[in-house]
C-alpha cells in the first residue's frame, strides 16, 4: 500500500502532520488534503480520532463499524496510531516534524507543551514549520483554558442569540459551524504564513479559535452593535435589514424570495398586485419596520400559488427566489453533481461510499481546462498507513541541513 495519496493540486509536495481529533481541526486538515498536500493523522492507538465512536448512524459490518461522522473530515488523509506519552510515539511524532511543512493541532492550550512539543520545541525540530492551533476560547485570556465544544461556543459567541423563531426561542446551526468556521479560518492563515515563510524561510504560529471564528462572522450583526448601538435578536427566517426577504407560505408549500433593491422591489410588486402606494411599503426601511404587515400582503399574493408554479412565476420575473431543500434532494440536485460536490470513494470495509466533495475548483486560463483534482481517497482506517509510513520514515532523511541553511 502506497503511502503516497494519488490526489494532486495547490499543496501538491508539501506535508501536514495533523495531531487534531474531532471537526475543527480535522476539517482544516481535510482543506489541506483536498488541494492535494499529504496529510498524516496522527490518532491515539486503539481508540482514534473521538469522531471514530461518534453515532449513530454507524455503517458496515457488525464487528467493525465505521462512524459517518468521522467519514465527513477526513477524507484524503493517511492514518498512523502514536503513543504521545512513550518513548517511540515521541520519536516518531519527532521524525514527521523535521520533514513536515504543516503540523495542525487542536489540543486544549498547554497540553501539547507538556508532551514535549511547545511551539519553541518544535521549531527547534524544523525552523520552516508553520503551526497551526485551534482551540476554544482563544490561547490566552482569562478564560483560555475552557474546553470549546461547538454548540457552548454557539450559544457563548452570540450566534444563538440570532437564530431561532424569537428572542425566546435560541437555536443552534443546525451543523457544526463553529468547528467547521475555526476550520476554515486556520487554513486560511497557515497558507498565509506559508506563503510568508517563502519570503523569510522561517515558520510561525498561526492561532485560532471557535470564539474567534464566530465572532469573525457576525458581519452586519456585529455592527448593528458596535456602531449602532443595537442589541440583535433572533427574528425567525426573515432578514433583520432587507424586506421582503425570506420564507413565504403560499398554497400547500413556501418559497424563499431575496428582494434586494428598489427596482426587484417595483418589479416583485407588479407582478403580484402589491399596492406600491401604501406609505409604509415606500422604501426599504420602512418595509422592514412594517414586516408583518408586508408578509400578510405578500403572502396574500402567494396564497393561490402551489409552490413549483410560484417559483416559476418568480423566476420569469426576475425575482430571485428558490426552495427549502432536503439533503436528500440536495445530494440528487444535478447543479450540486455538476460542481463536483459529491464524491465516490473506495473504501476498504465498507467499499464504494459517497461523500460531499471539495467545495474548490481550479482552472488554467492559458490552457482554457480544468484543472481539479477528480481523484480522492477515502477516510483511512486506524492506523491503516502506519506501518508504510515508519518505513518511509526509516528510509528518508529529514532534510535539516536545508531548512536550517534557509532559515
Known amino acids: 500500500m502506497s503511502t503516497t495519496p494519488v490526489s494532486r493540486g495547490p499543496l501538491d509536495g508539501y506535508l501536514v502532520v495533523d495531531l487534531s481529533r474531532a471537526l475543527a481541526g480535522p476539517h482544516a486538515g481535510m482543506m489541506l488534503a483536498d488541494l492535494g498536500a499529504r496529510v498524516i493523522k496522527v490518532e491515539t492507538p486503539g481508540t482514534g480520532d473521538d469522531t471514530r465512536s461518534w453515532g449513530p448512524p454507524f455503517v458496515g459490518p457488525e464487528?467493525?463499524?465505521?462512524?459517518?461522522?468521522?467519514?465527513?473530515?477526513?477524507?484524503?488523509?493517511?492514518?498512523?496510531?502514536?503513543?504521545?506519552?512513550?518513548?517511540?510515539?515521541?520519536?516518531?511524532?519527532?521524525?514527521?516534524?523535521?520533514?513536515?511543512?504543516?503540523?495542525?493541532?487542536?489540543?486544549?492550550?498547554?497540553?501539547?507543551?507538556?508532551?514535549?512539543?511547545?511551539?519553541?520545541?518544535l521549531h527547534e525540530l524544523n525552523p520552516r514549520l508553520v503551526i497551526l492551533s485551534i482551540s476554544g476560547f482563544g490561547h490566552d485570556g482569562p478564560e483560555a483554558t475552557r474546553s470549546g465544544y461547538d454548540q457552548i461556543v454557539q450559544g457563548e459567541?452570540?450566534?444563538?442569540?440570532?437564530?431561532?423563531?424569537?428572542?425566546?426561542?435560541?437555536?443552534?446551526?443546525?451543523?457544526?459551524?463553529?468547528?467547521?468556521?475555526?476550520?476554515?479560518?486556520?487554513?486560511?492563515?497557515?497558507?498565509?504564513?506559508?506563503?510568508?515563510?517563502?519570503?523569510?524561510?522561517k515558520g510561525q504560529v498561526v492561532r485560532t479559535s471557535l470564539l474567534a471564528a464566530v465572532v469573525g462572522v457576525h458581519a452586519f450583526?456585529?455592527?448593528?452593535?458596535?456602531?449602532?448601538?443595537?442589541?440583535?435578536?433572533?427574528?425567525?427566517?426573515?432578514?433583520?435589514?432587507?424586506?421582503?426577504?425570506?420564507?413565504?407560505?403560499?398554497?400547500?408549500?413556501?418559497?424563499?424570495?431575496?428582494?434586494?433593491?428598489?427596482?426587484?422591489?417595483?418589479?416583485?410588486?407588479?407582478?403580484?398586485?402589491?399596492d406600491t402606494s401604501r406609505p409604509e411599503f415606500a422604501g426599504n426601511a420602512q418595509r422592514v419596520r412594517n414586516r408583518a404587515a408586508l408578509i400578510e400582503a405578500v403572502e396574500e399574493a402567494f396564497a393561490e400559488y402551489d409552490a413549483e408554479p410560484l417559483l416559476e412565476k418568480l423566476r420569469a420575473a426576475g425575482i430571485p427566489a428558490g426552495k427549502v431543500r432536503t439533503l436528500d434532494e440536495v445530494y440528487e440536485w444535478e447543479q450540486v453533481h455538476s460542481q463536483g460536490l459529491v464524491v465516490d470513494v473506495e473504501h476498504p470495509v465498507l467499499g464504494t461510499i459517497t461523500l460531499p466533495g471539495p467545495p474548490l475548483r481550479f482552472f488554467s486560463a492559458a490552457e482554457g481546462t480544468e484543472t481539479t483534482n477528480r481523484t480522492h481517497l477515502a477516510p483511512?482506517?486506524?492506523?491503516?498507513?502506519?506501518?508504510?509510513?515508519?518505513?518511509?520514515?526509516?528510509?528518508?532523511?529529514?532534510?535539516?541541513?536545508?531548512?536550517?541553511?534557509?532559515?
Not at 77 to 99: C, Q, T
Not at 237 to 259: D, E, M, T
Request: proline residues 5%; hydrophobic residues 35%.
Open 221 to 274: 450583526q456585529g455592527t448593528r452593535h458596535t456602531v449602532a448601538g443595537e442589541v440583535p435578536e433572533a427574528q425567525g427566517n426573515h432578514h433583520p435589514s432587507i424586506a421582503p426577504y425570506g420564507l413565504f407560505s403560499c398554497r400547500g408549500g413556501k418559497v424563499q424570495i431575496s428582494v434586494g433593491s428598489e427596482k426587484l422591489w417595483e418589479t416583485f410588486a407588479a407582478a403580484f398586485g402589491i
Open 380 to 407: 483511512p482506517l486506524l492506523n491503516q498507513h502506519g506501518t508504510d509510513i515508519r518505513s518511509w520514515l526509516e528510509g528518508t532523511e529529514a532534510p535539516e541541513n536545508e531548512r536550517a541553511a534557509q532559515a
Open 63 to 121: 464487528d467493525d463499524q465505521q462512524a459517518t461522522y468521522f467519514l465527513s473530515c477526513n477524507r484524503n488523509k493517511e492514518s498512523i496510531s502514536l503513543d504521545l506519552k512513550s518513548d517511540d510515539g515521541v520519536a516518531v511524532l519527532r521524525d514527521l516534524v523535521r520533514r513536515a511543512d504543516v503540523l495542525v493541532e487542536n489540543f486544549r492550550p498547554g497540553v501539547l507543551d507538556r508532551l514535549g512539543f511547545s511551539p519553541e520545541q
Open 157 to 201: 459567541a452570540g450566534l444563538m442569540s440570532l437564530t431561532g423563531s424569537g428572542p425566546d426561542d435560541p437555536q443552534r446551526v443546525g451543523v457544526p459551524i463553529a468547528d467547521l468556521l475555526s476550520g476554515m479560518y486556520g487554513a486560511f492563515g497557515l497558507l498565509a504564513a506559508l506563503l510568508e515563510r517563502e519570503r523569510t524561510g
